[in-house]
Structures are given as structure tokens and as C-alpha cells.
């Protein structure tokens, strides 16, 4: 078993992607990480990891209303949730760039359970894990990094006025209740970023009123909602101690998408992983795509527009083929695919901006920036795991 030391602050390391990722290190961490579980489950495998037990937590069910501004706080009573950003941005030479930063909650024991039995309010005692991960992407670069802290007031957590959501001195903060607008604040040896963030248009519930189901039958579900519709600038660095080697800092600016998600369980012990897209194209819409890949693959698609309007897309008629592989040490990852969704008219091929753009972490994934051609020119992020 591996535990929480009395009095650091936060842990530095080198990974973690999903809050996913997060409750399956620790909901796996007293077991051989090279072997099966009591119940014959892969660990390694994406499936294993997140096909976990979710009772005693908070069940994600139809109907519940998703309110503003207070769902963008934390949900502790489910076992994990996340606040997610991606962005692609240009540099004033034009250069491409990508920028990925996530913070994770995880909770270590469900509501009332006996390791719930004892006062958290006071001291380093805590039943929340916060995990955050961050990412520069370039056409010749992929830098990632991970930290992860246990939750306190002066450590990591989530405040509601002014919203604020920070590990150490990587820190989201807004001018009130909202998520915008707002700074985001990341600082390592690797790199460093300040951004401002800013919207106007409504945000987007996923699913059936932010209810999205993640299983063939229906018995897996999240909460989930997006803001596709973001304007960034600000300043990026990179280089540094574990960097580049020549510190080079540059103005940029462009779009970013928020996703905000939380649950008690995302995949079934069948599903390895999923291939998720967020793309917006040059007619000013912009679509949330992922594929869960088990014995049965399930889909999951919505278009939006920036005045808050949108639909789900019949997954059935959505067709993904993968068109080009990338071999990164064992592990081969579809770094270009074919997309056509015949209803919306939309037929595509995405393009990685770095192939290379794994996430060595604690649990390894494929998170990167691409380029949209055909029907639909645009850009995006794709997000791959389970390989």
C-alpha cells in the first residue's frame, strides 16, 4: 500500500491523466501492479483500472439538474471528477503550439465508510487526493509533467469565491462565482505558462442535460458539461533546468475548450479505453467525439454552436477509421483517423501536430494537438488511452 507522508505539502512526480487515472493508481495501489487482481482483472488495462467497484459513492442517475456556478465546485461524494483544459495557440511568428493542463480530485474512501470515521477537518487528515497534469506541445516537442497533493486550505483544492481551483503555484482563478474570466497560472523546470481566459457564449451539457451515458446498456454514466468556446492569450516559457535547454519565452494566443466531468465510475471492466476528440471547424460550430472501445465500441458525439445551441448526433452514424500509427517504445498509438458523420455532413481526416505527444505518467496516455481537413477545416485536441 502506498501512503500519503505526514507533513509535504504536495508530491512533484512525473504523471497522472484522468481523475480516472488517479482513483485507478489508488484504487489498485495495494496490488501487484504486473498482475491480475483477486477477480482475474488486468490491472495494467485501461478496463481494469477503471471498471472499478463505485459503491458507497454518489451514483451519477438521469435527471439531475446540472446549476451554475455551483457545479463547477468539487463533488466529494463521488469517487472522481475533473477540471480539464486544452488549447491550441499560435505564437506572434505563428508558430503552433498546444496546451493541456487537468486538475483531478479523487476520494480515497466512499461517504461514511469506516476510514470516513475520524475528523478531516483539522490537521493533514484528508479523504481527497488532488492530482493536476500539465503539457506544452510542438511541432519538435512534447513536454508533461504531473503533481499531486493531498487536499488543504494552503496545498491543493477548490474555492468558490472568488473560484479557484490549484495545486502549489499551478492555479486557476476567476473574478468571482463563474469560471470566467480567469488566469491560469503553471510554473515548473520544464516550463511555465500564464494565460487569460475569457467567454461569451453558454456553456454545453453533454449527453441528455449534461447526463452522458459511457456504456452499450447504459449503466455508466457521468456528469458533463463543456465551454468548446474559449479565447486565450498570454505568455508561455519553455526550456529551463529539464527543458529545452535555450529558456525562450513567447506571446501567444488562440482558442481553448474546457471540459468538466464527474462520476463515480466511467468505464465497465470490458471497455480498455477510449479515443476522444474535441474539434472546432471553420463554420464556427464545434464537436465533442469519443469512441469506448470494448466488445462492443460505443459512441458519443454532440455539435455546438457558440450562441448555446446544439445536438447529440445518432451514434450510429458516426464512422472513425484509423489511418496512421505511431510507435512511441511498445506502445502504438492511431495518430490520424478518418472521421465521417454523414448527417452533419462532415467528412474529415485529423492529423497529429506531434505525433510523439505521449504523457509518460503515472499512467501513460496519448494527449496531443491536430489539424482537421476535408469537408471541414479546423483544429482540435484528441485524446487516446488504453494502448
Known sequence: ???LPAHPPSITSAGLRLAIFGSAFLLTACSDPNSADSKGVDTRSMGGLLGGRSEGYTP????RRITFPADHQSHEGFRQEWWYLTANLKSEQGKPLGLQWTQFRVALAPPGSSSNHRD???GWATDQLYMAHSAVTTE???LATERWSRAHPQLAGVESSPFTVKLDNWL???QDEELFPATLTVSDDQFSYQLRLSTHAPYQLQGEEGFSIKSPDGSVASYYYSQPFIEVEGWVTTGGENGEGVIQRQKVSGEAWLDREWSSQFLTSSQQGWDWFSLRLDDGSALMLFQLRGVENFYSAR???DDGSGHNIDPTMVEMAVIDWHQI???RYPVSWKIRIPPEKIDITTHSLNPGANMLLSVSYWEGPINIQGSHNGEGYMELTGY
Open 329 to 331: 517504445g511498445g506502445v
Open 120 to 122: 478531516t477537518t483539522r
Open 303 to 305: 455539435r455546438m454552436f
Open 1 to 3: 500500500m502506498r501512503y
Open 172 to 174: 486557476w482563478q476567476s
Open 140 to 142: 519538435t516537442s512534447h
Open 60 to 63: 451519477v442517475l438521469p435527471g
